[in-house]
């Protein structure tokens, strides 16, 4: 992509298209205000650029020609004290296509540039707004599914994350300063006490960065989801679980065997969290059709990506071997809740029978149809999930963080190694400067046009 121009004044609708209440387009540069002032009329006859800033402006919204086109707000704010840290104006208008479209149109007519992905935040990072870091909370904060991800979102769009960071970088600054004060002594000559107070310091920051790397996996979890898998053999009652947990005919269920033939996957929240729920088609010790081949292996597909997996029986029949034969396919590793179905029908299940069964879990009765049980079951999963990321501190949440600081960690590794050695401190300066450098690039110190196109694509036109 082209280098950017921060300079040009740029525009773009920054709601989604289509109708609504209101609609705003958002427009940021030095020629913003008077541009807008060219087609708005104040109610009170205040220009704009008379105006203070961090105000609000009722009024008409008119073409060259004096035509109305809408009745608008606009919001005037100055910089450096606005989002991009430019002047910006953004104009409320009525939510429809034609009227949204019509004024963007009159102010691309006049010498602004239409913006592109993400360009407003680009160009708050640019002015020093935000970092790296609060920049991609802005996306997540966007794209947030459930209340714990935008938990997280919110938080790292608020500085905790860079905070953190900060403190980092400034641990690392202050261990340079130190090992350069010491640069033209001998290593031998060295006072016991400072040798070990680096070798701490240089110990104490890496425990850090690794429980930030570790932190990864729990924002993960939260952000992406909790992928649930319901497994049992045919007719047991996964496709009525998957419907009633869903609180929607969404599966096909019947009592024939081998209803559900392909994986379906469904999204949802429970107390705040977001899962990814799948019914898979019934498994079978040998499956001779081949469409039901087809069926098991990606059964067996989704049992392997799962990170929860709900093992269903029938209560209402004995204990069977295709029962035996499906806990047999789940991997011991896997996280497993083991649900009795069908609790409102008779009991033939011996409790015996199931001891083998379950991996030491306790079994949950229920039933898909009259939703008993249903409380105790989606605890169950809760309960993982809040084990899962329950540990406190800050979460980094994209793969760029965690590769970042695994840089900074194997760089401070290798301080450290060269540290017990006793080699110079020329030599160990270079790695702490490497870790130093690896933490600048993640909070956006240090940054490519290439990274900053590749995090900024991914946003929507307008934000
Ligand atoms: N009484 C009762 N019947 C149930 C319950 N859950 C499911 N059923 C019935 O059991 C039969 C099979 O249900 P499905 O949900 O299609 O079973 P499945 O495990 O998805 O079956 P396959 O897709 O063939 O593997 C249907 O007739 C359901 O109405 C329950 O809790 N109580
Ligand atoms: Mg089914």
Same mark, same amino acid.
């Given at each position: 992509?082209?280098?950017?121009?921060?300079?040009?004044?740029?525009?773009?609708?920054?709601?989604?298209?289509?109708?609504?209440?209101?609609?705003?387009?958002? %427009?940021?540069?030095?020629?913003? %205000?008077?541009?807008?002032?060219?087609?708005?009329?104040?109610?009170?006859?205040?220009?704009?650029?008379?105006?203070? $800033?961090?105000?609000?402006?009722?009024?008409?919204?008119?073409?060259?020609?004096?035509?109305?086109?809408?009745?608008?707000?606009?919001?005037?704010?100055?910089?450096?004290?606005?989002?991009?840290?430019?002047?910006?104006?953004?104009?409320?208008?009525?939510?429809?296509? !034609?009227?949204?479209?019509?004024?963007?149109?009159?102010?691309?007519?006049?010498?602004?540039?239409?913006?592109?992905?993400?360009?407003?935040?680009?160009?708050?990072?640019?002015?020093?707004?935000?970092?790296?870091?609060?920049?991609?909370?802005?996306?997540?904060?966007?794209?947030?599914?459930?209340?714990?991800?935008?938990?997280?979102?919110?938080?790292?769009?608020?500085?905790?994350?860079?905070?953190?960071?900060?403190?980092?970088?400034?641990?690392? /600054?202050?261990?340079? !300063?130190? /090992?350069?004060?010491?640069?033209?002594?001998?290593?031998?000559?060295?006072?016991?006490?400072?040798?070990?107070?680096?070798?701490?310091?240089?110990?104490?920051?890496?425990?850090?960065?690794?429980?930030?790397?570790?932190?990864?996996?729990?924002? =993960?979890?939260?952000?992406?989801?909790?992928?649930?898998?319901?497994?049992?053999?045919?007719?047991?009652?996964?496709?009525?679980?998957?419907?009633?947990?869903?609180?929607?005919?969404?599966?096909?269920?019947?009592?024939?065997?081998?209803?559900?033939?392909?994986?379906?996957?469904?999204?949802? #929240?429970?107390?705040?969290?977001?899962?990814?729920?799948?019914?898979?088609?019934?498994?079978?010790?040998?499956?001779?059709?081949?469409?039901?081949?087809?069926?098991?292996?990606?059964?067996?597909?989704?049992?392997?990506?799962?990170?929860? %997996?709900?093992?269903?029986?029938?209560?209402?029949?004995?204990?069977?071997?295709?029962?035996?034969?499906?806990?047999?396919?789940?991997?011991?590793?896997?996280?497993?809740?083991?649900?009795?179905?069908?609790?409102?029908?008779?009991?033939? /299940?011996?409790?015996?029978?199931? #001891?083998?069964?379950?991996?030491?879990?306790?079994?949950?009765?229920?039933?898909?149809?009259?939703?008993?049980?249903?409380?105790?079951?989606?605890?169950? /999963?809760?309960?993982?999930?809040?084990?899962?990321?329950?540990?406190?501190?800050? =979460?980094?949440?994209?793969?760029?963080?965690?590769?970042?600081?695994?840089?900074?960690?194997?760089?401070?590794?290798? !301080?450290?190694?060269?540290?017990?050695?006793?080699?110079?401190?020329?030599?160990?300066?270079?790695?702490?400067? $490497? $870790?130093? #450098?690896?933490?600048?690039?993640?909070?956006?110190?240090?940054?490519?046009?290439?990274?900053?196109?590749?995090?900024?694509?991914?946003?929507?036109?307008?934000?």
């Amino acid at each position: 992509m082209a280098q950017f121009d921060t300079e040009d004044t740029i525009a773009a609708i920054a709601t989604p298209i289509g109708e609504g209440g209101i609609a705003v387009i958002r %427009v940021s540069g030095a020629e913003a %205000v008077q541009t807008v002032q060219l087609f708005f009329i104040s109610k009170s006859h205040q220009r704009l650029a008379s105006s203070p $800033a961090n105000t609000i402006h009722r009024g008409e919204f008119r073409d060259l020609h004096g035509n109305r086109v809408d009745h608008v707000l606009v919001s005037l704010f100055r910089a450096p004290h606005s989002y991009t840290g430019q002047d910006v104006i953004e104009i409320s208008c009525h939510g429809g296509l !034609a009227v949204t479209k019509r004024i963007l149109d009159l102010l691309l007519g006049k010498g602004i540039r239409h913006a592109e992905p993400g360009e407003f935040t680009r160009r708050a990072f640019l002015n020093g707004k935000l970092d790296l870091t609060q920049a991609e909370a802005v996306l997540d904060l966007i794209h947030a599914k459930s209340n714990r991800a935008l938990d997280v979102a919110i938080r790292q769009l608020s500085g905790s994350l860079s905070l953190l960071l900060k403190e980092l970088k400034d641990e690392l /600054m202050r261990l340079l !300063a130190h /090992m350069e004060a010491y640069l033209d002594f001998p290593e031998e000559d060295l006072e016991v006490d400072v040798h070990e107070g680096m070798k701490n310091k240089l110990a104490a920051i890496q425990q850090r960065i690794r429980l930030l790397i570790a932190s990864f996996n729990r924002s =993960q979890l939260i952000r992406e989801g909790i992928l649930v898998t319901i497994v049992g053999k045919p007719n047991v009652g996964k496709s009525s679980l998957f419907n009633a947990l869903l609180e929607r005919d969404r599966a096909l269920v019947s009592d024939i065997p081998h209803t559900t033939r392909d994986h379906l996957e469904e999204s949802l #929240e429970i107390q705040g969290f977001y899962i990814r729920l799948r019914d898979t088609a019934g498994l079978i010790s040998t499956p001779e059709h081949p469409l039901d081949k087809l069926g098991m292996e990606k059964t067996l597909q989704a049992i392997h990506e799962s990170h929860v %997996v709900l093992y269903v029986v029938d209560q209402s029949r004995p204990l069977e071997d295709a029962d035996r034969h499906v806990f047999q396919k789940i991997p011991k590793e896997k996280r497993l809740i083991p649900v009795m179905n069908k609790s409102d029908l008779p009991t033939k /299940m011996e409790q015996k029978s199931l #001891e083998a069964l379950g991996g030491g879990e306790p079994w949950i009765r229920i039933s898909s149809k009259t939703r008993h049980g249903f409380k105790e079951l989606e605890q169950r /999963m809760i309960h993982f999930l809040e084990k899962e990321t329950s540990e406190g501190g800050e =979460q980094i949440t994209k793969l760029r963080h965690k590769v970042a600081l695994e840089n900074a960690l194997e760089a401070l590794q290798r !301080a450290e190694a060269s540290f017990q050695k006793k080699m110079s401190f020329e030599f160990i300066t270079l790695d702490v400067r $490497a $870790a130093l #450098e690896a933490l600048r690039e993640l909070t956006g110190e240090i940054y490519s046009e290439d990274l900053l196109d590749v995090i900024f694509s991914e946003f929507c036109i307008g934000k």
